[in-house]
């Protein structure tokens, strides 16, 4: 790798951290930069879920008493995710990359028309309901196959979801979506790695990045206004969609 990529992936990894600490949307920037580094869509993908790991096991620890408090819903939940992850990342490799390359552009047009969207998605807080309803099994195990199988936007999506199916105050359903996006993206990074697509090297560049983001985006919390790193989320997803559809 170039000096130049070596920068543009640990800057890329920087700021997912600092943008999913503040308003989410890091895959957008980790998926861009591994693309443009070289990386085939698929590989690119897979690689974009390792980096952002870490962050989904910190953030699901900082919520472990609320979690407590819906253990019996975060269970089930847990395994309905683990088994939609798992076919999600499972669909994903049965596609070669010209397949999944076709795909692309409008995976991310949906995913940020729906980051976008963000704001107006935001579950209000309601009466909690079980977790192991029909609603809230098949709403769950959807969102999970997209998670494993793409992932961006997957976080807003899922808060969506666990809000009109589940319920409950908005740090009860953002403790849940932390652990179950831990879940997606555990089971389909094995998958992952056992088809062996995964980009180690760079991957070894964005992680250590990704987590001195995360710590940074405390503090840019408290002086960069969410609508401010939300609008260059969107900036950048919407320049990502363009660039796969004139390549593609």
Avoid: C
């Amino acid at each position: 790798m170039s000096i130049s990529i070596i920068v543009l992936l640990f800057v890329s990894g920087f700021l997912s951290g600092a943008v999913n600490a503040i308003a989410g949307g890091g895959t957008f920037l980790t998926f861009g930069a591994l693309t443009l580094a070289g990386l085939p869509p698929i590989s690119a993908n897979a690689t974009s879920s390792i980096v952002q790991f870490p962050g989904y096991v910190t953030s699901t620890l900082a919520y472990k008493t609320e979690l407590m408090k819906r253990w019996r819903s975060a269970v089930a939940l847990t395994i309905i995710s683990a088994v939609g992850g798992l076919a999600g990342a499972l669909i994903l490799l049965a596609l070669d990359n010209p397949s999944f390359r076709a795909m692309v552009p409008w995976l991310l047009a949906a995913a940020t028309a729906i980051f976008a969207a963000g704001p107006l998605l935001k579950p209000k807080a309601s009466a909690e309901r079980t977790g192991t309803s029909a609603s809230s099994a098949i709403g769950q195990f959807l969102t999970a196959i997209y998670g494993g199988f793409f992932g961006a936007g997957m976080g807003i999506m899922m808060l969506a979801v666990l809000g009109l199916t589940t319920g409950g105050s908005y740090h009860h359903l953002n403790a849940l979506k932390n652990l179950l996006a831990m879940v997606i993206a555990a089971v389909a990074i094995i998958v992952f790695v056992g088809g062996g697509v995964v980009g180690w090297a760079q991957a070894v560049i964005m992680i250590p990045a990704g987590a001195a983001g995360g710590y940074a985006g405390v503090w840019l919390a408290r002086r960069v206004p969410q609508t401010i790193m939300r609008m260059l989320v969107v900036a950048v997803g919407t320049a990502l969609t363009v660039y796969y559809f004139v390549t593609g």
